[in-house]
Nanobody, 122 residues
Framework: QVQLVESGGGLVQAGGSLRLSCEVSGRTFSSVTMAWFRQTPGNEREFVATISRSGGPSITSESVKGRFTISRDNAKNTGYLQMNSLKPEDTGVYYC???????????????WGQGTQVTVSS
């Protein structure tokens, strides 16, 4: 059973930074791609970023490009999302996901974490 556990969310003022972590267990971490999505009430999960198995190629949403950086440390079985210059519209529940490709659509990811709340105050 693959498990993903996010951490690092919280309340931050606009312009601030947070780093989310996603620890993966139950499967060799380097065998899966990893992604971050976010969701606000009443809306579908929105793609944020995804990264390849090796940590090389990645895709970042235009809405966060230049502010958010996805990375991973296969030795620690952990993926990260560094979020800088946060805006109130970045508020939401952030989910990490593991899958088999660099997909920007949530339905193609098999494994999900429970989510971590990020709130950005103005």
């Amino acid at each position: 059973q693959v498990q993903l556990v996010e951490s690092g969310g919280g309340l931050v003022q606009a312009g601030g930074s947070l780093r989310l972590s996603c620890e993966v267990s139950g499967r060799t971490f380097s065998s899966v791609t990893m992604a971050w999505f976010r969701q606000t009430p009443g809306n579908e999960r929105e793609f944020v970023a995804t990264i390849s198995r090796s940590g090389g190629p990645s895709i970042t949403s235009e809405s966060v490009k230049g502010r958010f950086t996805i990375s991973r440390d296969n030795a620690k079985n952990t993926g990260y999302l560094q979020m800088n210059s946060l805006k109130p519209e970045d508020t939401g529940v952030y989910y990490c996901a593991a899958g088999t490709g660099l997909f920007t659509t949530s339905k193609y990811y098999t494994y999900w974490g429970q989510g971590t709340q990020v709130t950005v105050s103005s």
